[in-house]
C-alpha cells in the first residue's frame, strides 16, 4: 500500500501543463469533502465522485496506479442546484476492493476548453460517519491515557481523517459550507487538536480496533456539534413523523443545550453528506434530550436513522446500502443523585423502548452501554466521563457483528428471556452466562400495586438473592401487593466503574437497563 503512484501523477501534470489553462474561465472543482489523501468506500459498493463543471460539459474520471488507467468513467455536467449557478457533475466507480494509493484524475470539455483536476494518496476502503454531541466530539486529548493514545497516531497511516465544520442552515445545501479537517493521515496534532475541537476520540478509536482487525483502509467523517438535541440532526419529515412539525427552538430549552432550531444541523452538516458512499454509522448522542421532547426520542431516533438511511442510499445513487449498520452509545451517566429518572427513559428510548439491539424497530443497529462507565472525577465535568477506548471497543464488537457479519462475537450484554413468579421470589432467566459481580439490594425494583388501580403502584427495591448460570431470584418481601413490573439500573448513575452487578461472564459487557411489564 505504501508504493508511491510515481509515473500516473507525472502523467497527471504533465496533462495539467499542456492543457490546465484552455479552460481557465471555467469553473470545475470536486465536491468539498474530497480531496487528496481521502478513503473511498470499497466493494461491493461503487464510490461516488461528485463535484461542479460547467452545464454541457462531458467529465471524464479515471482512476490511476503504477501500471496505468485503472477505470474510466464518463458523464455530463448538468442542473443547476449549485451555488453560483455551476452545475454538478457525479460518477459511480467501478466497484474496487481495498487498496491504494491511487491517483483520480477528472477531466472537463466543452468545446475547445480542457479542464483537468486530481486528487492523489486515494486508498480503498471502508469508511464511517461519526455523529452526535460532546461525548462524540471530546478529543483524544481529553480522554483517559492521553498522551499514550496519541503516541498511536503514526501507527495508522491507513486510517484517514475528515471532519465537518460547525455550521447550520435553514434548508438543505448541497454541500458543506466549511471544513475542520480537510482529509489527512492521523498525527497527535490532529487528535489532540484541543478541547471538543478535533478529532473525535470515539471515532477515532473505534476506527483503530476496525483497522487493527481489518488491516485495509478505514475512512473516518466526524459531524458532531456539542450540546445539540437529535431534532437538530433529524429532517423535517423526522419531525412530522414523530409530532414535532412546528416545533421551533426557544428560550425555555434546558441549560447548556445548544440553541438551533429543528434540522438545521441535518440541513448543513449531514444532509451534504449524502453522496458519499459510508459502510456504516456511529452516534453518541441522547443527553440534550434528557430534558427536551424526552418521551417523542423513542420515535425520533428510530425514524432519524431510518430517514438517514433512505437519503444516503438515494443520494449515492444506491451505492450506500438501504440499511447501512448504524451502532450508538447508550448514555453514561451525570448526577448521583437527581429527583427525575430522565437518564434512564432516554436509555430506554434509546432502543426504541426495546431495552436490546437490533431489534424489530431498529434493524442493522448494534449499542454499546455506558451507564457503568461514569466519571466523578472528569475536569469536562461528570456528563462527561473520559473512559472513551471502553465506549469505542464495545462499538467496534457491535460493528464486527452487524457490519461484518461475523457470527462468533458476543456484543450485547444479558438481557431477560423468561420472567417468573414463584413463593414471593421472581426468577430472571437471561439469554447468556453471568457474572454477578454483586447481590445488589436495590438496582432491581419492581412495581408493586395494592390495587388495579395504576395510580396505587409504587416502584420498591427487590433484592438479589440468588444467582445460577444464566438465572437470578429476586426478593419480592417489599412487595405487599401485585407485581406489575420490573426494571434494573433504572438510575442515573447505578454503578461504580464498571461494577454494575450484572456483565456477560465471557465477554465482560454489562447488562442494559430494562423496563419490563
Partial sequence: MARAVRWSLGLALAMLWVYGGHGAESR????????SHMVLQQQPSRAVIWGYGVVGATVTVSLWREHGNYSQQITAVSGDISPGNAGVWKVLLDPIHANGPFLVMAEQRIAAAVDIITLEDVYFGDVWLCGGQSNMEMTVLQIMNAS???????????????????????????????????????????????????????????????????????????????????????????????????????????EGVEHHQPSALWNAMIYPLKRMVFKGAIWYQGEANTDWHQAEYNCTFPAMIE??????????GGSTEVNFPFG???LSTYHHKIPDDSFP????????????????????????VA??????????????????????????????????????????GPFPKHIQ???KELSIVYSQELAVLELSEDIFEVNCCTTSNTSSCNWVPSPIVNSSFNALSLS????????????????????????????DKHSGLPAPTFLLP
Wanted: proline share 4%; hydrophobic share 35%.
Fill in 371 to 412: 451507564m457503568d462507565l461514569g466519571d466523578e472525577n472528569s475536569p469536562y465535568g461528570t456528563i462527561h466521563p473520559r473512559y472513551k477506548r471502553d465506549v469505542a471497543y464495545r462499538l467496534y464488537l457491535g460493528a464486527r457483528a452487524i457490519a461484518y457479519g461475523d457470527t462468533g462475537v458476543v456484543f450485547q
Fill in 328 to 330: 450508538f452509545v447508550q
Fill in 345 to 368: 427513559w432516554i436509555r430506554w428510548h434509546q432502543t426504541a423502548d426495546l431495552g436490546y439491539a437490533p431489534n424489530p424497530k431498529m434493524r442493522q443497529t448494534f449499542m454499546a
Fill in 476 to 503: 419480592l418481601k417489599q412487595c405487599q401487593g401485585k407485581m406489575c413490573g420490573v426494571r434494573y439500573a433504572w438510575k442515573e448513575w447505578p454503578c461504580a466503574l464498571k461494577k454494575c452487578p450484572i456483565y
Fill in 148 to 254: 499514550q493514545e496519541l503516541s498511536r497516531a503514526s501507527y495508522f497511516p491507513y486510517i484517514r481523517l475528515f471532519q465537518a465544520g460547525l455550521n447550520e442552515s435553514a434548508e438543505e445545501l448541497t454541500d458543506l459550507a466549511s471544513i475542520a479537517v480537510q482529509w489527512s493521515a492521523p498525527t497527535a496534532e490532529i487528535l489532540g487538536k484541543g478541547k471538543f475541537t478535533s478529532f473525535s476520540a470515539v471515532c477515532w478509536l473505534f476506527g483503530s480496533y476496525l483497522y487493527e482487525k481489518l488491516q485495509y483502509p478505514i475512512g473516518l467523517v466526524e459531524s458532531c456539534w456539542g450540546g445539540t438535541t437529535i431534532e437538530a440532526w433529524s429532517s423535517k419529515r423526522v419531525l412530522s413523523k414523530c409530532g414535532l412539525n412546528g416545533v421551533s427552538d426557544n428560550n425555555e430549552m434546558p
Fill in 307 to 316: 430517514d438517514w438511511r433512505q437519503v444516503f442510499h438515494e443520494g449515492s
Fill in 421 to 423: 413468579v414463584k413463593n
Fill in 28 to 35: 470545475f472543482y470536486f465536491g468539498s469533502y474530497y480531496a
